[in-house]
């Protein structure tokens, strides 16, 4: 983990070299506030890690499609990708595959 004192401690040394002296309802506040930042650093990390997860999860348990020639596929249609159109079909075809090239394409 990433250490957050550092930025808790940037705001105390600032307030040192100005020369400011702050009450015990200020220093709580501040106390405060670098609490808040530790904890949403922490969260952020948090996040990170579970979508590293999810990711790995997710790729572990994806089917690989291969089509032969002769096969029988339905066609994306792009123009719906943004349209989440509810009642409309989002697939033309089917299409008979005629040709399938090395790199996996159809």
Request: proline share 1%; aromatic share 10%.
């Amino acid at each position: 983990m990433i250490s957050s004192k550092r930025g808790a401690c940037n705001i105390q040394r600032v307030l040192f070299h100005l020369e400011i002296d702050l009450n015990e309802t200020q220093q709580e506040r501040i106390q405060q506030l670098n609490k808040l930042d530790e904890m949403r650093k922490q969260e952020e990390e948090t996040t990170l890690l579970m979508q590293k997860q999810r990711k790995q999860w997710h790729d572990a348990h994806i089917k690989k499609k291969e089509f032969k020639e002769g096969d029988w596929a339905l066609l994306f249609d792009s123009k719906f990708k943004d349209h989440k159109a509810k009642f409309t079909t989002h697939w033309m075809g089917p299409y008979e595959i005629v040709q399938v090239y090395e790199n996996g394409s159809v």
